[in-house]
């Protein structure tokens, strides 16, 4: 058997299988099974050792340390470090603007008490052998009618019964027989009525006033006060009674006045500070109220109020502070003007926090829990703390085991992440291949095992450009943003780091689809380093307690972030080459670097098939506007074309393009059988040599596609003319391509435009309509020759592409002005120059 025929079998396309549709993706079920695995062990790493006896749980039982231990607590130790990196730690100093602030309110809030409190007279303002103090105070409050009722009163005991001792009745029956007869007043040296007596005397006088005028309600302390005045009235002469009535009278007219200054404070400031205990004070007590006060406040100053302690928490501490320091009646006024002088006087001292973020970090040693022997680590029925915890963990008493319901739910989960990737491959990749979804899973895979080996940063980055680089940015957004979701659940991550990885990720996988040069991705990385470590800055600005301190306190944390991003972005730049080639991926900076004319087997068709050169450049434009007008791979129709006839070069002069006007190779041999060797045979060697440059296998199926399984007519006649003069039979097969058919639109796109370009090449004045006629019939003639079956190229499309290819043409074949032969004058030099610029 001739070789060419022995290629030709085992190059023929076999009758496809029909697989079922999810199978279509490459996938398998010991391929899924495998990724489901796989990623569960590496991942699911939580549940194959979860204590029962966890932080936060309640002890069944109380437990007794074994043995004595001091047993580190790692994770609150890095924890704490990190806290202190961050700038958790806050050194704060008393800004003595506040302070001096505080004292200059403080000493305009107590003038003010001071004002108020000289609009009243001296207190107490009548002698308190006439006057009790209480009496005094409660005189000068009650309202105007009720101190005119109180002076009736007293008058009309003093009708019954004028002032003096009288014959015949004792101080003891100062009431004649037609008042009261069972009512007796107590009139002695003490000053003081019996107050029954005065009870059944105000209520008896009381009922007489209500049948003349309003009723006056009659408290206990104006039973007490009506008791003194009446007394004071009895013995003494009317001009001292009348004295003291208008002392009475003075007092409580300022004391109107400096409740009305309290109003007017209170409506100015907006707040209460001064209340009426203000005018109750007596000078004594009021000089020691300010003098606790300012006391109070100096303590207060000299320990510092936090800007971020909420008021009600330091109103409590002054509660205690004047508890003692203040006479009692005053304890709440002083709380008062406390609370409108005080204001925090601490603030952030930025030089010190700096050392002290510096030096901390240094310093924190590692938290350890001491124990003895046969003590309690903890109680039955309360929950374990961090410590019992660690305690716990440490003796092996934790009751560590395989957590089987929670694994089973993570593999749940995990199954459905591999179900979204599968169903994102069959929507937007449905030609993937076995091998995408083992490196996809390699990918997945490397982002838990740096953690495992304790690498301190994520390589989501790098996954995120991988993938959207080799499969678009929905497959990379897809993959990086399942992970993001699904580690987190399995291991112990960083929270904030994670996600500053993940967005870098995703930024990545959505722009490197863009990327058309290793220069353009080298920059992306810069794109993903600043994205981490901006999302880093803002989580940390978020979540911190103390924004404030983080500009600065963070900048390396930042710093590292963007800096690992960047470094991910040159491991995937890095290994993105030997991943195209190991698993056979064409990306669109590949495809851009193959096509690049200075690539060695380009230049070596240039030179040494230069006819051919030009055919492939000429095939290239139509195959491209085609694929371009039909939404096909572009770079990848591109580059095929250009590397689709490169096995011409094993004998450039067998074909026509490359014999420059010479004698035609076929012409000399006479046999077509061996010249169809030659035809056939650019294909074969094309395969040789794409195998030895190590072309992407898309793009060595544009070299036996682009002619499918046709047949090579003119030898393929001439054959058939000779045989009708011999006995040899002319086999048809012998005279067709190996194949395949073209497989792919873009290899099918080729099939045309390499028919096609010959035509329209011979083509010299014909109209747009007579090469659409002749182009459209080329291409009827390939689908009646089953050559498009399994291309997926629809009718439609193929008139598109016709019309593309007229119009490639036209381009081309476009008309210019014949130069005249005769001897021209300037002027029409001129003519024919701005002609032609014009053209």
Request: aromatic fraction near 6%; include cysteine.
């Amino acid at each position: 058997m001739h070789l060419t025929d022995l290629i030709g079998k085992l190059l023929k396309p076999q009758k496809k299988q029909q697989l079922p549709s999810w199978s279509t993706l490459a996938t398998s079920p010991i391929l899924v099974v495998l990724t489901i695995a796989s990623l569960t062990a590496t991942i699911g790493q939580r549940y194959y050792s979860q204590p029962k006896l966890d932080e936060g749980t309640v002890a069944p039982q109380t437990i007794l340390a074994p043995e004595s231990a001091t047993v580190p607590d790692n994770k609150v130790t890095e924890e704490q470090r990190k806290s202190a990196r961050l700038g958790d730690i806050t050194v704060l100093m008393i800004n003595e603007s506040v302070n001096q602030k505080v004292d200059k309110e403080l000493a305009e809030i107590l003038a003010l008490g001071n004002q108020i409190r000289e609009i009243v007279v001296n207190f107490p303002f009548v002698n308190t052998g006439i006057l009790s103090t209480a009496t005094q105070q409660h005189l000068r409050q009650i309202s105007q009618e009720k101190w005119l009722g109180i002076q009736q009163i007293v008058e009309e005991e003093l009708k019954e019964r004028p002032p003096g001792p009288q014959p015949g009745i004792t101080a003891d029956s100062m009431l004649t027989k037609e008042s009261i007869d069972s009512i007796e007043f107590v009139s002695n040296n003490n000053n003081l009525i019996d107050n029954n007596q005065l009870l059944s005397k105000a209520l008896i006088l009381a009922e007489y006033q209500e049948n003349s005028q309003n009723s006056i309600v009659i408290s206990s302390k104006d039973r007490q006060a009506i008791s003194e005045l009446l007394t004071y009235r009895k013995r003494s002469f009317f001009q001292n009674y009348e004295r003291v009535l208008y002392e009475v009278s003075q007092a409580r007219d300022l004391y109107k006045d400096a409740t009305e200054a309290l109003a007017k404070q209170q409506e100015i400031e907006g707040y209460e500070v001064y209340d009426s205990t203000l005018l109750e004070l007596s000078e004594t007590d009021w000089q020691k109220t300010q003098l606790g006060i300012k006391n109070v406040k100096e303590r207060m100053l000299a320990q510092g109020i936090s800007p971020n302690l909420p008021k009600q928490e330091w109103v409590k501490a002054l509660k205690v502070q004047v508890t003692g320091v203040v006479p009692l009646a005053a304890e709440d006024l002083a709380i008062n003007v406390l609370k409108a002088a005080l204001e925090a006087n601490l603030s952030l001292d930025p030089e010190g926090t700096k050392q002290s973020v510096e030096l901390a970090a240094q310093d924190i040693e590692t938290v350890t829990y001491k124990v003895r022997k046969d003590e309690v680590i903890v109680r039955k029925g309360k929950n374990i703390s961090r410590k019992a915890f660690v305690l716990l963990d440490h003796f092996g008493l934790s009751r560590r085991t395989v957590n089987w319901h929670g694994l089973v739910v993570f593999v749940g989960i995990v199954s459905g992440a591999v179900g979204i990737v599968v169903i994102v491959e069959r929507q937007f990749k449905p030609c993937f291949r076995r091998r995408d979804n083992i490196l996809l899973l390699l990918l997945s895979l490397s982002a838990p095992l740096l953690i495992s080996l304790r690498v301190p940063l994520s390589s989501l980055p790098a996954i995120g450009l991988l993938v959207g680089t080799f499969y678009g940015s929905t497959m990379g957004v897809t993959v990086v943003g399942l992970i993001s979701v699904i580690l987190p659940i399995g291991m112990d991550v960083d929270k904030i780091d994670w996600f500053a990885s993940a967005a870098g990720g995703i930024v990545g996988s959505v722009i490197a689809e863009k990327m058309r040069s290793r220069e353009e991705q080298a920059l992306l990385g810069f794109g993903v380093g600043l994205t981490q470590g901006t999302v880093y800055l803002l989580t940390n600005l978020i979540v911190r307690a103390t924004p404030g301190l983080l500009w600065y306190a963070i900048a390396g944390p930042v710093g590292l972030q963007t800096v690992a991003g960047l470094v991910w972005s040159i491991v995937a730049l890095g290994l993105s080459p030997y991943l195209e080639h190991l698993f056979d991926l064409i990306t669109p900076i590949r495809l851009s670097e193959l096509a690049n004319p200075n690539r060695p087997l380009l230049k070596r068709l240039a030179s040494e098939a230069p006819g051919t050169f030009q055919h492939t450049l000429f095939v290239a434009s139509l195959a491209e506007a085609a694929a371009r007008a039909i939404g096909c791979n572009v770079e990848l129709v591109r580059t095929g074309t250009l590397y689709h006839d490169i096995g011409k070069m094993h004998d450039p002069l067998g074909f026509i393009e490359n014999q420059m006007g010479g004698p035609n190779k076929h012409d000399e041999i006479k046999d077509p059988w061996v010249s169809v060797e030659i035809i056939r045979k650019h294909v074969t060697e094309g395969l040789v040599m794409a195998r030895r440059h190590r072309l992407p296998k898309a793009i060595t199926a544009f070299i036996p596609e682009h002619q499918g399984t046709m047949l090579i007519a003119y030898f393929y006649y001439q054959a058939k003319q000779r045989a009708e003069k011999g006995a040899k039979v002319v086999k048809e097969e012998m005279f067709r391509y190996a194949g395949p058919i073209p497989q792919s639109r873009e290899t099918a796109i080729v099939m045309l435009a390499d028919s096609c370009e010959a035509a329209l090449r011979s083509l010299k004045d014909a109209t747009h309509k007579d090469a659409l006629q002749m182009v459209k019939k080329i291409m009827r003639a390939r689908w009646q020759d089953n050559q498009l079956v399994d291309s997926g190229l629809t009718r439609a499309e193929m008139s598109t592409v016709a019309e593309i290819f007229v119009q490639v043409w036209e381009q081309y074949n476009h008309k210019r002005i014949a130069y005249p032969k005769a001897a021209m004058n300037p002027n029409q030099v001129k003519t024919v120059k701005s002609v032609v610029r014009s053209n």
